[in-house]
Nanobody, 121 residues
Framework: QVRLVESGGGLVQAGGSLRLSCVASGDTICIADMGWYRQRPGKERDLVASISPDGTITYVDSVKGRFTTSRDNPRNTLYLQMNSLKSEDTAVYFC???????????????WGRGTQVTVSS
């Protein structure tokens, strides 16, 4: 079992910064890719950034140059540094992890419960 817990959300003014953290616990050795999704009001949940086990990072175009994701494996923590925040970044942000199939876990992925990020204009 893998558990993910996000933190760091809050209210910030446009142009400001915020850093989200995601702490993984349980069978953390079974985590492969990790990433951040967000769900804007009235919208579908979309991938924001991801990082593979070898360190390959991808971002959605709208956050390139503003957001940075990193992974601290010894501490089992994933980060999302968000700079130059815009009102359209307002969303619930979710931590996500893909689980290795050969670990024999029932689930193939794990989700955090989400943390609210609100950007005021």
């Amino acid at each position: 079992q893998v558990r993910l817990v996000e933190s760091g959300g809050g209210l910030v003014q446009a142009g400001g910064s915020l850093r989200l953290s995601c702490v993984a616990s349980g069978d953390t050795i079974c985590i492969a890719d990790m990433g951040w999704y967000r769900q804007r009001p009235g919208k579908e949940r979309d991938l924001v950034a991801s990082i593979s086990p070898d360190g390959t990072i991808t971002y959605v175009d709208s956050v390139k140059g503003r957001f940075t994701t990193s992974r601290d494996n010894p501490r089992n923590t994933l980060y999302l540094q968000m700079n130059s925040l815009k009102s359209e970044d307002t969303a619930v942000y979710f931590c996500w992890g893909r689980l290795k199939s050969y670990c024999g876990l029932r689930d193939f992925e794990s989700w955090g419960r989400g943390t609210q990020v609100t950007v005021s204009s």
